[in-house]
């Protein structure tokens, strides 16, 4: 079947709560035996159709080797380790036994898998694999599974275990507005909080949309602190046919790529609001802060900023970053007042758009994108931020969750290329609305919905970079409507921090209890 977002979500609610019922694991614990489930099953659905492919040319007795499979982005799946016929052994074999040899038979064929395959299937009942796996036959899942997967767990099971405040998976039509907006059709691309990896997937389809095979136009350098996270970034990429180098590494402290000026694009979705940064390992012992924070140190204990000044540290002299930021930054006083009017000065700040809540999973607090160009510093717009207010832009996907449809996510992405002096994309269908907004005169300003505003207009703004400082409001609304919003979105957003926290103190107390009472 094609499975939708709710689909998905039933299915692995199904399986992953018979691990969560009959096994020890926690749900951090039972996501990597999932995951690699699901890639197993994508892996043998583009096994089978590469076999299809190489069966034209190889005849007789001429066979085809693991690397012909792997030239054409399929990973050889040896006789004893593709999922049908696992799901059709017996039921007197033990199939976590058979599960952890078919692991290792793909890693051993498959260099790029290596280190990234669970093998610890061994220690589950077999009737929860088995079930397992029947759930997951039937369903075909397109883009970031990963990605998504991981959201759903947090948000049904792992609150106990996991911070539900800043460090979550991005969901899909945030990445895709991301990639539109960069649009990454060649080169390096980095993300030093990488996660599951769905900033490189997207980056690789938006290069197929466009005709071109990703390996040979985009590489990919990524940075992630949790162990078990890269490994499931590493089977993301290679599910689909990419490579990529991914460190395990802290960002704040560790530069495994020596990223100063190394890249085209940047792309990320940091932890908000981070407390606890250690900044004296940012400077050395003559005082100097490191080159990866050209905006300097605040002086407050948020990490936002740091994020800010390596994200633009790493882009080289034409190189563009997009990147999530925590409402709260766009306004930011104090040192990182400071910092974003440096930022600003530079001219590379070049679009801002702000989102409606609901967009993640996980979390209700709406956020803000931030893109830099340092190639438009040079240009004609070197004197300019386009504004975009989006946050009344979104389709209901559930109650609680939201989604941009492929025309409402072309429409955001068209207004951005108009001011650049871009020809528009309309293959999704927002030609209708981009001709009643903007007319066929090209980019202009629209009340509620977009504006392009000099520094001396952001400087009077006290270096606000919030959209909605400039954008104005739509016609029938109030002005006194925005205040309201703006108000209440920053106490939200200082909830869920605080909520965060809350969760993090909860887990470390039980956990200290628990210690004490085995001891």
Not at 82 to 105: I, Q, V, Y
Not at 247 to 269: C, I, Q, R
Not at 355 to 362: A, D, I, K, Q, V
């Amino acid at each position: 079947m094609s499975a939708d977002l709710q689909q998905i979500s039933s299915s692995l609610f199904k399986a992953a709560n018979q691990l969560w019922t009959n096994t020890a694991l926690r749900p951090d614990q039972y996501a990597q035996p999932v995951l690699a489930l699901i890639a197993l099953r994508q892996m043998e659905a583009r096994f089978r159709v590469v076999e299809a492919e190489l069966a034209k040319t190889h005849t007789g007795r001429l066979k085809p080797e693991p690397a012909d499979y792997q030239a054409r982005g399929a990973f050889y799946l040896p006789p004893g380790a593709r999922f049908s016929e696992l799901l059709a052994l017996p039921g007197t074999a033990d199939m976590g036994e058979a599960l952890t040899n078919a692991m290792k038979l793909i890693a051993d064929v498959n260099p790029p898998l290596a280190g990234v395959l669970p093998t610890g299937y061994a220690g589950l009942p077999d009737a929860v694999l088995r079930e397992l796996m029947r759930l997951l036959e039937p369903l075909k899942i397109d883009g970031d599974a990963y990605g998504l997967v991981f959201e759903y767990f947090m948000g049904e099971f792992a609150s106990s275990y996991m911070q539900k405040g800043g460090e979550y998976f991005t969901p899909s039509s945030i990445v895709k507005l991301i990639v539109e907006v960069l649009q990454p059709y060649h080169g390096r691309i980095l993300d030093p909080a990488c996660g599951s990896g769905g900033m490189f997937v997207h980056s690789a389809e938006f290069v197929r949309r466009h005709g071109e095979n990703p390996v040979g136009k985009i590489s990919l350098h990524g940075i992630e602190k949790q162990q078990d996270t890269r490994r499931l970034c590493q089977l993301n990429l290679a599910v689909h046919g990419l490579e990529g180098i991914i460190h395990e590494a802290n960002s704040y402290y560790e530069d495994p790529f020596k990223l100063v000026g190394g890249f085209d694009f940047v792309m990320a979705n940091p932890p908000f609001n981070q407390k606890g940064v250690n900044t004296a390992l940012l400077v050395n012992e003559a005082g100097v802060v490191d080159a990866r924070f050209p905006l300097g140190l605040p002086s407050v204990d948020n990490g936002n900023y740091l994020w800010i000044g390596l994200f633009y540290a790493a882009l080289n002299a034409s190189g563009r970053a997009g990147f999530v930021m925590a409402n709260s930054a766009s306004d930011a006083g104090g040192s990182e007042k400071a910092m974003r009017q440096k930022l600003v000065e530079t001219g590379a700040v070049d679009v801002i758009i702000s989102t409606s809540p609901n967009m993640f999973l996980t979390v209700t607090l709406p956020v803000t994108l931030w893109f830099l160009d340092k190639g438009k510093a040079k240009g004609p717009r070197a004197d300019e931020v386009l504004f975009i207010d989006a946050r009344h832009i979104f389709t209901q996907a559930t109650r609680a969750h939201r989604v941009y449809a492929p025309d409402q996510l072309e429409f955001i992405a068209n207004i951005v290329r108009l001011w650049r002096g871009e020809e528009e994309e309309l293959v999704a269908g927002s030609g209708p609305r981009m001709t009643e907004t903007f007319g066929d005169d090209g980019y202009k300003d629209v009340p509620g919905l977009c504006k392009v505003a000099s520094h001396a207009e952001i400087a009077a703004q006290d270096w606000s970079l919030n959209p909605g400082r400039y954008v104005g409001v739509a016609p029938g609304e109030r002005e006194d409507d925005e205040d309201f919003r703006e108000r209440l979105e920053a106490l939200h957003e200082e909830l869920e921090t605080l909520n965060a926290e809350a969760a993090r103190l909860q887990a470390l107390i039980a956990q200290n209890v628990a210690e004490v009472l085995e001891a």
